[in-house]
């Protein structure tokens, strides 16, 4: 089975940086889009950085500038670089993907999220 592990969330203070990873693992043939999506309290889950298989991205207005998003093809994950953080980042941040495994359909995975709390 494919799974996505998160790692890098933490306490930061505002104007902060820190670095989302995200590895996939299992039985993958091959990954198209990767992602990050967010979820702050009493919100919706929301889109915060995308990249396709040929590193074209795509950010939320709200991080654009702030974030960069990247990925090791070799090493199937993929990376959220987040620095000027604010309050309004605070979120439990998921990982996302679009991966074929041994049969050729291509399914969603998500990770199990990771908290980020950007405060003093």
């Known amino acids: 089975q494919v799974q996505l592990v998160e790692s890098g969330g933490g306490l930061v203070q505002p104007g902060g940086s820190l670095r989302l990873s995200c590895a996939a693992s299992?039985?993958?043939?091959?990954?198209?889009?990767m992602g990050w999506y967010r979820q702050a309290p009493g919100k919706e889950r929301e889109l915060v950085a995308t990249i396709t298989s040929g590193d074209s991205t795509n950010y939320a207005d709200s991080v654009r500038g702030r974030f960069t998003i990247s990925r090791d093809n070799a090493e199937n994950t993929v990376y959220l670089q987040m620095n000027s953080l604010k309050s309004e980042d605070t979120a439990v941040y998921y990982c996302?993907?679009?991966?074929?495994?041994?049969?050729?359909?291509?399914?969603?995975?998500w990770g199990q999220g990771t908290q980020v709390t950007v405060s003093s």
């Open positions: 996302n993907a679009h991966i074929m495994g041994l049969r050729p359909y291509v399914y969603e995975y």
């Open positions: 299992g039985s993958i043939s091959s990954i198209n889009v």
